[in-house]
Protein backbone atom coordinates (compact mmCIF):
# COMPACT_ATOMS: atom_id res chain seq x y z
CA UNK A 1 0.00 0.00 0.00
CA UNK A 2 1.51 3.28 -0.98
CA UNK A 3 -0.13 7.00 0.05
CA UNK A 4 0.76 9.88 -1.73
CA UNK A 5 1.18 13.21 -0.38
CA UNK A 6 1.11 16.52 -2.69
CA UNK A 7 2.61 19.96 -0.85
CA UNK A 8 3.85 23.09 -2.74
CA UNK A 9 1.06 24.60 -3.95
CA UNK A 10 0.19 28.32 -4.09
CA UNK A 11 -1.23 32.25 -5.65
CA UNK A 12 2.18 32.76 -8.23
CA UNK A 13 1.75 35.54 -10.86
CA UNK A 14 2.12 35.02 -14.75
CA UNK A 15 5.80 34.12 -15.65
CA UNK A 16 6.57 32.84 -11.92
CA UNK A 17 8.00 29.12 -10.55
CA UNK A 18 6.67 26.96 -8.05
CA UNK A 19 8.20 23.77 -7.03
CA UNK A 20 5.14 20.63 -6.60
CA UNK A 21 6.51 17.75 -3.70
CA UNK A 22 4.54 14.33 -3.50
CA UNK A 23 5.90 12.44 -0.64
CA UNK A 24 4.93 8.04 -0.85
CA UNK A 25 4.96 6.25 2.00
CA UNK A 26 5.66 1.98 1.73
CA UNK A 27 8.58 0.38 0.46
CA UNK A 28 7.61 0.16 -3.31
CA UNK A 29 7.97 3.68 -4.28
CA UNK A 30 11.37 3.39 -6.47
CA UNK A 31 9.51 0.24 -8.84
CA UNK A 32 7.03 2.43 -10.15
CA UNK A 33 6.65 4.64 -13.01
CA UNK A 34 5.27 7.92 -11.18
CA UNK A 35 3.22 10.94 -12.99
CA UNK A 36 2.35 14.24 -12.55
CA UNK A 37 -1.46 15.08 -13.38
CA UNK A 38 -3.54 18.00 -13.04
CA UNK A 39 -7.37 18.72 -13.20
CA UNK A 40 -8.43 22.34 -14.32
CA UNK A 41 -12.16 23.28 -13.11
CA UNK A 42 -14.94 22.15 -15.56
CA UNK A 43 -12.15 19.59 -17.03
CA UNK A 44 -11.02 16.32 -17.17
CA UNK A 45 -7.79 15.08 -15.71
CA UNK A 46 -4.78 14.87 -17.26
CA UNK A 47 -1.19 13.60 -17.36
CA UNK A 48 1.40 16.48 -17.64
CA UNK A 49 4.65 14.93 -16.84
CA UNK A 50 6.03 10.96 -15.79
CA UNK A 51 9.17 9.79 -14.82
CA UNK A 52 10.47 6.14 -15.10
CA UNK A 53 12.01 4.36 -12.16
CA UNK A 54 14.89 4.90 -14.21
CA UNK A 55 14.67 8.29 -14.55
CA UNK A 56 13.47 9.11 -18.29
CA UNK A 57 10.68 11.83 -18.73
CA UNK A 58 7.86 12.54 -20.07
CA UNK A 59 6.18 15.58 -20.67
CA UNK A 60 2.87 16.82 -22.33
CA UNK A 61 3.19 19.50 -24.91
CA UNK A 62 1.88 22.58 -23.12
CA UNK A 63 4.23 22.26 -20.30
CA UNK A 64 7.70 20.82 -22.37
CA UNK A 65 10.73 23.25 -21.72
CA UNK A 66 8.53 24.76 -18.81
CA UNK A 67 8.33 22.13 -16.70
CA UNK A 68 11.02 19.09 -15.02
CA UNK A 69 10.06 16.38 -13.43
CA UNK A 70 12.40 14.41 -11.04
CA UNK A 71 12.68 11.59 -8.28
CA UNK A 72 14.46 11.16 -5.48
CA UNK A 73 14.07 7.05 -4.27
CA UNK A 74 15.92 7.28 -1.07
CA UNK A 75 13.59 10.03 -0.20
CA UNK A 76 10.20 8.09 -1.79
CA UNK A 77 9.12 12.05 -3.35
CA UNK A 78 9.05 12.83 -6.39
CA UNK A 79 8.99 16.71 -7.71
CA UNK A 80 7.72 19.22 -10.57
CA UNK A 81 9.65 22.21 -11.46
CA UNK A 82 6.69 24.49 -12.83
CA UNK A 83 8.72 27.49 -14.62
CA UNK A 84 7.13 30.61 -16.49
CA UNK A 85 3.56 29.80 -15.57
CA UNK A 86 0.48 30.82 -17.47
CA UNK A 87 -2.73 31.24 -16.03
CA UNK A 88 -3.76 28.16 -18.57
CA UNK A 89 -1.63 26.18 -15.81
CA UNK A 90 -4.31 26.90 -12.65
CA UNK A 91 -5.43 23.40 -11.88
CA UNK A 92 -5.23 21.05 -8.90
CA UNK A 93 -1.88 19.34 -9.48
CA UNK A 94 -2.00 15.44 -8.12
CA UNK A 95 0.98 12.65 -8.47
CA UNK A 96 0.11 9.20 -8.72
CA UNK A 97 1.43 5.96 -10.55
CA UNK A 98 1.89 5.84 -14.39
CA UNK A 99 -0.98 4.56 -15.41
CA UNK A 100 -2.76 5.98 -12.05
CA UNK A 101 -4.02 3.29 -9.47
CA UNK A 102 -7.75 5.18 -7.89
CA UNK A 103 -7.29 4.11 -4.54
CA UNK A 104 -3.26 6.22 -4.33
CA UNK A 105 -4.93 9.43 -5.27
CA UNK A 106 -4.28 11.87 -2.24
CA UNK A 107 -5.63 15.31 -2.00
CA UNK A 108 -3.88 17.25 -4.29
CA UNK A 109 -2.14 20.90 -4.34
CA UNK A 110 -3.67 23.60 -6.17
CA UNK A 111 -2.02 25.60 -8.05
CA UNK A 112 -3.08 28.95 -9.17
CA UNK A 113 -1.84 31.61 -11.65
CA UNK A 114 -3.33 35.19 -11.54
CA UNK A 115 -2.11 38.54 -11.26
Known amino acids: QVQLVESGGGLVQPGGSLRLSCAAS????????MGWYRQAPGKQRELVATITNGGSTNYVDSVKGRFTISRDNAKSTVYLQMNSLKPEDTAVYYC?????????WGQGAQVTVSS
Open 96 to 104: NTDPPIPRY
Open 26 to 33: GSSFSRYQ
